[in-house]
């Protein structure tokens, strides 16, 4: 069993008197993670928000009838709680009781479950994300050797906790979660019509990987109008399949001011949208794949060692570019992904003209476990 980031920060958050929300895409392994940490306790109530029996329960239960149904359990998890109505009030109304009981909620829609509960729940609890299974993680299960002889695999399957677990099987457990479980969600939503049509836009991001986004050419490739197509980023978005970083500009007229790249969470998903599982070193998206891994990850190292940063790519309209930057503690750091160690890679004068104090580092495969693995103090 592989040991996940977020184990301890949820221990150490149990009993403060706060609903403790737990929120990823499906399959990422929020339930795994849970029944792991709670395996060997007594007293806890697993419930189900996909089914009726306990939507019925939520719906209009006062905290009495809430705690009795309870019964002498003092830890309740309640699974894909963006499913039952009014779920914020009724959580808060358990919050402002004077019980001590736990309860964790998890979902797997940010459209719903943030609708539902962020308000409602405003100073009374404490939200965290899981991601699929992290560079860091794997390192802490089986070494950094290995993990680094594993990056070209993990560039083209990714990081789902079921595909890292079946060796062999991968193609057929990404095909499963492109089919089933992905747009779950998304699809169970009436103003989803077309889904045919958000597979064609999934795929066209898949391709634009690293690349800047236009809604309007995305709109052509998918026949729909550019406000639909934003619409349904937005959505892929909350539902945690893809995410956007925007452009960086402060001082200079030709920098890009409202653009954007799109990036899948997961390399796996990305070549399962496109049908494409070649190694790395024939592969002509290389670099994109790369870029994606390298900026997924840090993200996820990022949030799990609380590393609070702002982040962007910069590009002006004369094609001049940076990657990935980072803003925080008021400065800048500037970065390049290069699959080939050996690739000369330069940042812009015009960029170090213009910000002169930004640090400035090319990664790859040779330096990326510095550049993901952080010690306890988030350094």
């Known amino acids: 069993m592989i040991e996940r980031t977020l184990y301890?920060?949820?221990?150490?958050?149990?009993?403060?008197?706060?609903?403790?929300?737990?929120?990823?895409?499906?399959?990422?392994?929020?339930?795994?993670?849970?029944?792991?940490?709670?395996?060997?306790?007594?007293?806890?109530?697993?419930?189900?928000?996909?089914?009726?029996?306990?939507?019925?329960?939520?719906?209009?239960?006062?905290?009495?009838?809430?705690?009795?149904?309870f019964g002498d359990n003092k830890i309740v998890i309640l699974d894909e709680a963006q499913r039952i109505e009014n779920i914020g009030l009724r959580l808060k109304l358990i919050a402002d009781s004077d019980s001590d009981i736990q309860v964790i909620a998890t979902g797997s829609s940010a459209f719903?479950?943030?609708?539902?509960?962020?308000?409602?729940?405003?100073?009374?609890?404490?939200?965290?994300?899981?991601?699929?299974?992290?560079?860091?993680?794997?390192?802490?299960?089986?070494?950094?050797?290995?993990?680094m002889r594993m990056l070209p695999r993990r560039l083209v399957y990714g990081y789902y906790p079921e595909?890292?677990?079946?060796d062999g099987n991968e193609v057929?457990?990404?095909k499963l979660l492109t089919?089933?479980?992905?747009?779950?969600?998304?699809?169970?939503?009436?103003?989803?019509?077309?889904?045919?049509?958000?597979?064609?836009?999934?795929?066209?991001?898949?391709?634009?990987?690293?690349?800047?986004?236009?809604?309007?050419?995305?709109?052509?490739?998918?026949?729909?109008?550019?406000?639909?197509?934003?619409?349904?980023?937005t959505l892929l978005e909350q539902c945690y399949i893809i995410f956007r970083l925007p452009s960086f500009s402060r001082n200079l007229r030709h920098e890009l001011k409202a653009s954007r790249k799109i990036y899948f969470y997961d390399n796996g998903i990305r070549n399962a949208?496109?049908?494409?599982?070649?190694?790395?070193?024939?592969?002509?998206?290389?670099?994109?794949?790369w870029e994606n891994f390298v900026i997924a990850e840090r993200m996820k190292s990022n949030e799990y060692y609380h590393r609070w940063v702002n982040r962007y790519f910069w590009r002006t309209k004369q094609q001049q570019e940076i990657d990935y930057l980072e803003e925080s503690g008021g400065k800048l750091h500037a970065y390049e992904m290069k699959w080939n160690p050996r690739a000369k890679a330069s940042i812009t004068k015009t960029f170090t003209e213009a910000y002169p104090n930004t640090e400035f580092q090319v990664i790859t495969p040779e330096n990326i476990a510095d550049f993901l693995l952080f010690d306890s103090k988030g350094d």
């Open 172 to 174: 057929e457990i990404l």
């Open 112 to 147: 719903e479950l943030a609708n539902k509960v962020n308000e409602p729940l405003t100073g009374r609890k404490w939200e965290y994300q899981l991601f699929p299974l992290s560079f860091g993680e794997m390192v802490a299960h089986h070494g950094k050797l290995k993990e």
């Open 179 to 233: 089919d089933a479980y992905l747009y779950k969600d998304i699809l169970s939503w009436e103003s989803i019509k077309h889904p045919d049509k958000l597979q064609t836009l999934l795929r066209a991001l898949a391709y634009q990987v690293g690349s800047q986004v236009s809604y309007n050419e995305l709109s052509q490739m998918s026949s729909m109008d550019s406000k639909t197509v934003e619409r349904y980023i």
């Open 8 to 69: 301890k920060t949820i221990e150490n958050k149990l009993f403060d008197g706060k609903v403790i929300v737990l929120v990823g895409a499906r399959q990422v392994g929020k339930t795994t993670l849970l029944k792991q940490l709670f395996r060997q306790k007594e007293g806890v109530l697993w419930l189900n928000g996909d089914e009726l029996q306990v939507q019925n329960l939520f719906s209009n239960a006062s905290a009495d009838r809430l705690l009795s149904e």
């Open 273 to 289: 949208l496109i049908a494409d599982y070649r190694a790395p070193e024939v592969r002509q998206d290389i670099g994109a794949l």
């Open 163 to 166: 595909v890292v677990m079946n």
